[in-house]
């Protein structure tokens, strides 16, 4: 749980870094910070994107998870707890630029969650108490957090909750997950936790408005079809 703990704190200070410097940034500066941080999300989800063997399993999941996501409202379930946190902790208006709290939220949560870091560093931390992978991944998450903050605001901040919670659970239950977590379940899980960082690039750089959090049924479906699979292999 060191490592969690740490990675949460980084992202706390990217944020607060982010918040000192951030104000001093123009519009123009913003808009050129906000593009480069869509071309990166998008060059680092189609990294992860292509770890896929699936890739029918991927399309499908996509599919699937996200009918499941758009009927159960998530994004939107997600947007009002995002909302609500702001209510209980801020007197202000709407933090830096046109993007509100629950956006930096939302964004930051799936960022810094769906990687096959946070997963492999996870379990590495809680099978062998070995915290290189966490370490690093808290760098990187650190440093998104800082850019991420210039243009969001403060809500980036509150993605240190879900990254605690998830990273931390995951530390704690990695005994019981170690023999599910085979190289081709990461590289599946991977492939799709890219497939929606990329959905996130294309709403930094405004090319679409995606409901990212409503495929993350997705995730669920992924897992559970490459469990399946062995299964499915003895019946054919």
Known sequence: ?????????????????????????????????????????????????????RMLLLVISLVL?????????????????????????????????????????????VLFCVGALAILGSLQAGVEGDYQLLLTKSVMDGAMSILLTAAYGIGVGFSALPVLLYQGALTLLAGLLVPFMTPLMISEISGVGGAMVVMIGLNLLELRTIKTADFLPALVLIVTFVALEPLVLQLL
Do not use: W
């Open 1 to 53: 749980m060191v490592a969690t703990v740490i990675n949460a704190l980084a992202i706390v200070l990217g944020t607060g870094i982010g918040l000192l410097f951030g104000r001093r940034l123009g519009t123009s500066f913003r808009t050129v910070v906000f593009t480069a941080i869509g071309v990166a999300t998008i060059l680092i989800g189609t990294s992860m994107a292509l770890q896929t063997q």
């Open 65 to 109: 998870g996200g009918l499941a996501g758009t009927g159960l409202h998530i994004e939107d379930g997600i947007y009002r707890l995002g909302e609500k946190i702001k209510r209980q902790v801020m007197r202000g208006g709407e933090p830096t630029g046109h993007h509100t709290f629950a956006e930096g939220f939302l964004v930051s949560s």
